[in-house]
């Protein structure tokens, strides 16, 4: 077989496990990098992409990428011509506007050309009209915050004189673009807010699984479970499916010992997925006292990388009040930057922070330090090497 004919038949099914698919992607990738001319990664960066992303995204609001989805579901013939798409939109599309959208689309393999006017999904546009990947909140996000972010922080940066924003009260790229600091803006535009957590749940579907990096039966070994003592607090846990998996492991774990607590506004308005019974919401700000005492468990997920270090301080000062010492655990689930060879999800995260929140991802000594600095013992670091995040395990020094 030639050497094309190879790589176009490969395909997810042609990897045993998704540790060696994603190698594979990687590896694709690279090789695309290697092949592609200067000019031409220029132009996809910047040219082709620009419009991408705005092509998918007007598909998304014209409704196309659910109706496709659905009428996939309930026939065989999942093809769709230019007529047929025009009647899956919910507004008054002009036919030529849309051709021209699904031609550029098509050309960067979203959907798929089969004749004149005639698309084919792929398992990419499927899943953007599946609400429960989360896939289109991917994109959307991307477009409420990222890319905008992105763009400014060219100049952000250049304004401040190239120094590293670490506190976003002295000086904020969100702020300096939007006026109010990310999780300001946040609620008060609740559109945007359910973007970033609409992110947020599909990152969590896309991770490993907490309860397989981290030990939690040796956790829980030592916990009286019928006491009706709180166990396990998700703190800034949004949709709280850390907590579900944990339950999920423990369902032994009865009722008042799983707490997930965010702001208000992100527990009313953007997390209305079922839980279990067993699990309590509360809305709580970190920034005041925690309410639970003693629990065995205070569990932070990609939350303190939103934070300086100073903010770190304040938040886990009101958690080492509430802690019992010598039994309770603080867990911190976050990147933990190697010195060298940071992952691509690793540096993403790191800058998204800077676009976003004066955010940054630490690495172990500073985690450490911090820690240290705030009165905590780091007692444990947990890796798997199939999970981009570490679980941090500290206790009262
Ligand atoms: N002051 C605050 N008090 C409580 N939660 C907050 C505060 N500021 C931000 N958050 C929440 O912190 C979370 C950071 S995103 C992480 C969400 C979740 N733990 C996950 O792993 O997917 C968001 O849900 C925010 O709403």
Redesign the pocket.
Known sequence: MDTLSLLEGLGPESFSNDADRYAAKEAARKLLYKLESPFERSWSLCIETSVLVAGIQVCQDLGIWSKWADKCKESETATQTLDDILAMCNSKADPNLLRRLLRHISALYVIEETDVDTWKPTPFSLALGDKTSYVDQTIQCGLDHNIPCGVNLVKFLAKNQYQEPVDRFKFDNYRDLFGDDF?DY?QKNPGAGGSF?GL??A??LNKMDWTEVYDTKKLLSEVEISNGQPVFV??????G??TNRLLAKHPELGQDALIV???PD?LALHTQEKLDGRIKRMP????STQPVLGARAYF????LH?WSDVDCGRILGKVKDAMTKGYSKLLICEVVLPPKGATSFMTTLDLQMMNSTSGFERTEEHWRKLLQNIGFRVVGISTHIGAMESVIEAEIA
């Open positions: 999780f946040c957590i947020m749940k990152l969590n998700d703190m800034g846990g949004a949709h499916r850390d607590q965010d702001l992100v709580h700000d970190f920034f932070f997920h990609v939350v939103d």
